[in-house]
């Protein structure tokens, strides 16, 4: 729940080939929805971000592997160490609901990658890594696998892998001391539709799925109470607001931390879309679809109030803000926007939120 007392920051990944250095470091006014930039770490191109499980260290892609940082009690970082993936950079990071192990998603070598993590924060060795094979379509961008999500299910009991190369989404389990993946399912989803992230709902019992290609978020019941895990689609809704021919790639996928809302992205359309959860039966209810002022919406996130939308325009080199009525089904732009050199990733967090 959001208290006003608490104080947050907003952790920025950049593409580094420019003017950019690195992770953007952001304290966040949630009163008048905006951020005020505090520092900047150097990481070299970091795509994206993920924090571990205990809330102590946060995690980068980097051209070296993955880079590590401890996350002080004021919300700024320490750079500790940087470990080889035995592979391509990647472009996806998650951990395990232990704090146990981190996954890695390569979208340009197709490989999963799993990688043991200290107490102290460090990484350790590579402990799996497996190489997705296949064809899709023969579209440029997905003739063969590029896996563009890692993310493990909310009661910890398998990985999905989502692979928007070959359309599918590979269910592993990870052997709990020797971080083995094991393939026990695929769920297919429609050729050429480049699945690229999926989310789980609040409860566990939902799963919501953005396609790149055909412009949809599906919406999935899911089951891990037995040995293998069911995941039924119920929904299919699409992210734009004209269903024209013009070029299009949905983007971003973000839940609100209450659970109530989704959010994503189109480039192309240059649009976001806000959708209800209705939590008993997990699907979505359209609220608007309304253009971002820029250009390519690579990622989002809303404030801890959920007043206030923040958007990545990666192209047009910048960070735009976005005050929702979610009753008028209405996004007001609200200040100026923040210059930064091609955004990637942006990931809230409460300052000074850690377990044992």
């Known amino acids: 729940m959001y208290n006003s007392n608490d104080k947050y920051v907003a952790y920025v990944g950049t593409y580094t080939h420019g003017s950019s250095i690195g992770i953007h470091v952001y304290d966040l006014d949630v009163e008048n929805g905006y951020m005020t930039e505090r520092n900047v770490v150097p990481v070299n191109n970091a795509s994206h971000v993920a924090k571990s499980n205990n809330g102590k260290y946060l995690y ?19 750079p500790i160490n940087k470990v080889g993936i035995d592979g391509m950079r990647g472009c996806f990071l998650s951990t395990d609901k232990k704090g146990k192990f981190l996954f890695v998603g390569g979208y340009h070598d197709g490989k999963v990658t799993v990688v043991h993590t200290h107490s102290d924060g460090r990484l350790g ?13 023969v579209a440029e961008r997905n003739f063969r696998p590029h ?24 269910i592993y389990t990870v052997n709990p001391a020797t971080g083995r ?15 690229r992230w999926i989310r789980f709902s609040r409860d566990g019992k939902f799963a919501y799925v953005i ?11 899911y089951d ?22 013009n070029a299009k790639a949905a983007s971003a996928l973000k839940i609100s931390p209450s659970g109530d809302y989704l959010y994503c992205s189109t480039a192309g359309e240059e649009t976001v879309g806000i959708f209800r959860i209705d939590h008993e039966t997990g699907m979505l209810t359209k609220i608007c679809i309304l253009p971002i002022s820029g250009k390519y ?24 803000f ?4 979610y009753e008028k089904g209405l996004m007001v732009l609200k200040g100026k926007p923040i210059h930064i050199e091609t955004p990637n990733c942006i990931l809230i967090s409460k300052v000074g939120e850690f377990t044992e």
Not at 322 to 325: E, G, L, N, P
């Open 60 to 78: 980068s892609i980097a051209d070296e592997g993955v880079a590590v940082m401890k996350i002080e009690e004021d919300g700024g970082l320490t």
């Open 125 to 137: 060795r590579v402990m799996d890594g497996i190489f997705h094979k296949g064809l899709g379509s």
């Open 147 to 170: 896996i563009s999500c890692v993310m493990p299910t909310p009661d910890n009991k398998f990985l999905c892998v989502v692979d928007s190369g070959v359309d599918h989404i590979n």
């Open 181 to 195: 993946l094991k393939l026990v399912d695929i769920l297919r989803c429609k050729l050429e539709s480049a699945p």
């Open 211 to 221: 396609c790149e290609h055909s412009n949809e978020i599906l919406v999935y019941t």
């Open 224 to 245: 891990g109470s037995g040995k293998m895990p069911e995941f039924e689609l119920v929904q299919k809704v699409p992210t734009y607001m004209d269903n024209d021919e």
């Open 297 to 320: 919406p690579k990622d989002l996130a809303v404030f801890p109030d959920e007043k206030t939308l923040v958007v990545l325009n990666h192209e047009s080199n910048e960070i735009r």
């Open 322 to 325: 976005f005050h929702i009525d």
